[in-house]
C-alpha cells in the first residue's frame, strides 16, 4: 500500500502545469522582496523617500552615499530613530523617531558613540572628545543657554568625511575659515584678534606653501577643547615645532622667569595671531628693538642686544660680500666651489645663531665665531684666487706686449726688405742705368 500511495502523489505532482509553477515562484518572491532587501539595508526606505523629495531634502541622501559613517555601517535610524521597514511608521515617534537633534542634543548624540570605546573600531581615532567639548568655551555656552557651534556646525551632517581628506571642510586653510566664520565676524571679531593670523607666517605657509604642517587654530588651540592657552602652555605648544629654540629658551632668564612670574612668553616677542618671519634677515639691526620693549635704553641686557645686532649686522654684511664675490670670480672663468661651500657652512652656523639667541647668553658669540672662522677661509681662498687672476691678466698683457713688439718689428724688416726689393728691380733697367751713370759721371 505504501509503494503504491507513493506512486499516486508523484503522478499527481507530475499532472501540475510548469505555468502555475512559474507563478507560484513569483509570488513568492515578490512577498519575500522587502524581507531581504531591509535585512541589510533598513534605510533604503529613506534614502528612496528622501531622493525623490525637492533639492533641499534631497541633498542629505545624496551627501550620505560618500559619509564615513555609513562606510562604517550605520544606518539612517541610528542618528534618527523611526523604523523604515514600513513607510508609514517611518517617522513615528512612537518608533523613537527624533528627527534632526539639535544643539547639546546632537552634541551628546555624536559623542555618545565618540566616547564609546567599543563602537570606535580605529586605534588611532580618540574617543574624549565629548568631555573635552563640554569643558571649553562653545560646549559651556550651550550648557548656560547661550548657544554656540556643535559638531554639525563644524564637520556638517551628512557627507562627513575624514579631517585629513582635502574633501573635509576642516582640511588645511578650511578649518581657519570655520574658525573665523563665527570668531572673525560680529562682536567676536572686535574683542579677538583671530583674524590677524591671515596677516601672520603661518597661515602664509598654510595657504601659498600649501605646507600642512604649518600650525591653524586647531593646533594651538586644540579641536574640541577651544582654550586659550596660558603662557607656560603656550610656549610648549611653540615649541613642539620649534623644539630648539624652547631648549635654548628654557636654558636661560626668560624660560626660568616664565616659570616664575609667567612671563615673557614666546608670544611676548612673537605676538599670538599675527607671527612675523623671525629668520635671519629679519633679525637684524631689530633685536634691541624686541628687548626695549620690556628693558630700558642703557640697561645691559638692552646694551646685550645692541651687541647682538653689531655683531650680526657685520656678519651677515660680510656673508653678503663674499657671495657677490663668489658670483664675480664665477663669472670671470674662476672654479668656486669651495668658496661656496665656506660661505654655506658659514650661514648654517649663523643660523643656529637664531635659535641660540632664546639663550640670552654667550652661545650666540660663540656660534657667530665659528661662521667668521668660515668666512674667513672663503675670504683668503677669494683673495688667492683675486692674485691668481691679477698674476694670470698680468702674464697675459705682458705677452700680449710681447707679441706686437715682435710684429712690429717683423713689419719694419719686411717694409725695409721690400724697399729694397724695389730699388734693385728699378736699377736693372736701361733707363735706371743711364740715370745712374749721369749721376756718376757728374
Same mark, same amino acid.
Given at each position: 500500500?505504501?509503494?503504491?500511495?507513493?506512486?499516486?502523489?508523484?503522478?499527481?505532482?507530475?499532472?501540475?502545469?510548469?505555468?502555475?509553477?512559474?507563478?507560484?515562484?513569483?509570488?513568492?518572491?515578490?512577498?519575500?522582496?522587502?524581507?531581504?532587501?531591509?535585512?541589510?539595508?533598513?534605510?533604503?526606505?529613506?534614502?528612496?523617500?528622501?531622493?525623490?523629495?525637492?533639492?533641499?531634502?534631497?541633498?542629505? $541622501?545624496?551627501?550620505?552615499?560618500?559619509?564615513?559613517?555609513?562606510?562604517?555601517?550605520?544606518?539612517?535610524?541610528?542618528?534618527?530613530?523611526?523604523?523604515?521597514?514600513?513607510?508609514?511608521?517611518?517617522?513615528?515617534?512612537?518608533?523613537?523617531?527624533?528627527?534632526?537633534?539639535?544643539?547639546?542634543?546632537?552634541?551628546?548624540?555624536?559623542?555618545?558613540?565618540?566616547?564609546?570605546?567599543?563602537?570606535?573600531?580605529?586605534?588611532?581615532?580618540?574617543?574624549?572628545?565629548?568631555?573635552?567639548?563640554?569643558?571649553?568655551?562653545?560646549? =559651556?555656552?550651550?550648557?548656560?543657554?547661550?548657544?554656540?557651534?556643535?559638531?554639525?556646525?563644524?564637520?556638517?551632517?551628512?557627507?562627513?568625511?575624514?579631517?585629513?581628506?582635502?574633501?573635509?571642510?576642516?582640511?588645511?586653510?578650511?578649518?581657519? =575659515?570655520?574658525?573665523?566664520?563665527?570668531?572673525?565676524?560680529?562682536?567676536?571679531?572686535?574683542?579677538?584678534?583671530?583674524?590677524?593670523?591671515?596677516?601672520?607666517?603661518?597661515?602664509?605657509?598654510?595657504?601659498?606653501?600649501?605646507?600642512?604642517?604649518?600650525?591653524?587654530?586647531?593646533?594651538?588651540?586644540?579641536?574640541?577643547?577651544?582654550?586659550?592657552?596660558?603662557?607656560?602652555?603656550?610656549?610648549?605648544?611653540?615649541?613642539?615645532?620649534?623644539?630648539?629654540?624652547?631648549?635654548?629658551?628654557?636654558?636661560?632668564?626668560?624660560?626660568?622667569?616664565?616659570?616664575?612670574?609667567?612671563?615673557?612668553?614666546?608670544?611676548?616677542?612673537?605676538?599670538?595671531?599675527?607671527?612675523?618671519?623671525?629668520?635671519?634677515?629679519?633679525?637684524?639691526?631689530?633685536?634691541?628693538?624686541?628687548?626695549?620693549?620690556?628693558?630700558?635704553?642703557?640697561?645691559?641686557?638692552?646694551?646685550?642686544?645692541? $651687541?647682538?645686532?653689531?655683531?650680526?649686522?657685520?656678519?651677515?654684511?660680510?656673508?653678503?660680500?663674499?657671495?657677490?664675490?663668489?658670483?664675480?670670480? $664665477?663669472?670671470?672663468?674662476?672654479?668656486?666651489?669651495?668658496?661656496?661651500?665656506?660661505?654655506?657652512?658659514?650661514?648654517?652656523?649663523?643660523?643656529?645663531?637664531?635659535?641660540?639667541?632664546?639663550?640670552?647668553?654667550?652661545?650666540?658669540?660663540?656660534?657667530?665665531?665659528?661662521?667668521?672662522?668660515?668666512?674667513?677661509?672663503?675670504?683668503?681662498?677669494?683673495?688667492?684666487?683675486? !692674485?691668481?687672476?691679477?698674476?694670470?691678466?698680468?702674464?697675459? !698683457?705682458?705677452?700680449? !706686449? !710681447?707679441?706686437?713688439?715682435?710684429?712690429?718689428?717683423?713689419?719694419? =724688416?719686411?717694409?725695409?726688405?721690400?724697399?729694397?726689393?724695389?730699388?734693385?728691380? $728699378?736699377?736693372?733697367?736701361?733707363?735706371?742705368?743711364?740715370?745712374?751713370?749721369?749721376?756718376?759721371?757728374?
Amino acid at each position: 500500500m505504501k509503494r503504491i500511495s507513493a506512486k499516486c502523489r508523484v503522478q499527481s505532482a507530475e499532472k501540475i502545469p510548469p505555468r502555475i509553477v512559474f507563478v507560484g515562484i513569483l509570488v513568492l518572491g515578490i512577498l519575500a522582496f522587502p524581507l531581504l532587501a531591509n535585512s541589510g539595508h533598513e534605510d533604503s526606505s529613506c534614502i528612496s523617500c528622501h531622493a525623490n523629495l525637492d533639492t533641499e531634502n534631497a541633498r542629505p $541622501a545624496e551627501r550620505w552615499e560618500s559619509d564615513i559613517h555609513r562606510l562604517a555601517g550605520l544606518l539612517c535610524t541610528d542618528c534618527h530613530g523611526g523604523d523604515p521597514k514600513r513607510l508609514e511608521r517611518a517617522m513615528d515617534p512612537g518608533k523613537g523617531f527624533i528627527g534632526a537633534p539639535e544643539g547639546m542634543d546632537s552634541v551628546r548624540l555624536c559623542g555618545g558613540c565618540h566616547s564609546d570605546s567599543d563602537r570606535i573600531s580605529s586605534p588611532v581615532l580618540p574617543t574624549g572628545q565629548l568631555n573635552q567639548f563640554l569643558s571649553g568655551p562653545h560646549g =559651556k555656552s550651550i550648557l548656560d543657554g547661550h548657544g554656540g557651534p556643535t559638531c554639525v556646525t563644524c564637520h556638517g551632517a551628512h557627507g562627513i568625511v575624514p579631517v585629513a581628506v582635502p574633501s573635509s571642510p576642516l582640511f588645511g586653510t578650511d578649518s581657519v =575659515k570655520q574658525c573665523l566664520g563665527c570668531h572673525g565676524a560680529g562682536d567676536l571679531a572686535r574683542d579677538s584678534t583671530a583674524k590677524s593670523y591671515l596677516e601672520g607666517v603661518h597661515f602664509n605657509a598654510l595657504e601659498e606653501g600649501r605646507n600642512l604642517n604649518a600650525p591653524s587654530c586647531v593646533d594651538c588651540h586644540g579641536a574640541h577643547r577651544a582654550l586659550t592657552p596660558g603662557p607656560v602652555v603656550s610656549a610648549r605648544i611653540c615649541g613642539r615645532c620649534h623644539n630648539r629654540e624652547l631648549a635654548y629658551y628654557r636654558q636661560g632668564p626668560h624660560g626660568r622667569s616664565l616659570l616664575s612670574v609667567g612671563q615673557p612668553a614666546c608670544t611676548d616677542c612673537h605676538d599670538h595671531h599675527r607671527t612675523q618671519a623671525t629668520g635671519l634677515e629679519e633679525l637684524v639691526g631689530r633685536i634691541s628693538d624686541r628687548c626695549w620693549s620690556c628693558h630700558p635704553t642703557g640697561s645691559g641686557p638692552w646694551e646685550q642686544g645692541r $651687541a647682538i645686532d653689531s655683531s650680526l649686522t657685520r656678519a651677515m654684511s660680510l656673508l653678503e660680500e663674499l657671495k657677490q664675490t663668489s658670483l664675480e670670480l $664665477a663669472l670671470g672663468g674662476i672654479q668656486t666651489s669651495r668658496i661656496d661651500r665656506y660661505n654655506r657652512e658659514a650661514y648654517s652656523w649663523l643660523i643656529q645663531v637664531e635659535s641660540a639667541l632664546h639663550s640670552v647668553d654667550t652661545q650666540w658669540e660663540e656660534l657667530t665665531g665659528m661662521a667668521k672662522v668660515k668666512m674667513m677661509a672663503s675670504l683668503n681662498l677669494s683673495r688667492d684666487h683675486f !692674485l691668481e687672476r691679477r698674476i694670470r691678466s698680468f702674464v697675459f !698683457l705682458l705677452l700680449g !706686449l !710681447l707679441s706686437a713688439g715682435i710684429f712690429l718689428l717683423l713689419a719694419v =724688416k719686411l717694409n725695409s726688405i721690400e724697399k729694397e726689393l724695389h730699388r734693385r728691380h $728699378a736699377l736693372g733697367s736701361p733707363e735706371a742705368r743711364q740715370r745712374e751713370q749721369e749721376r756718376h759721371g757728374r
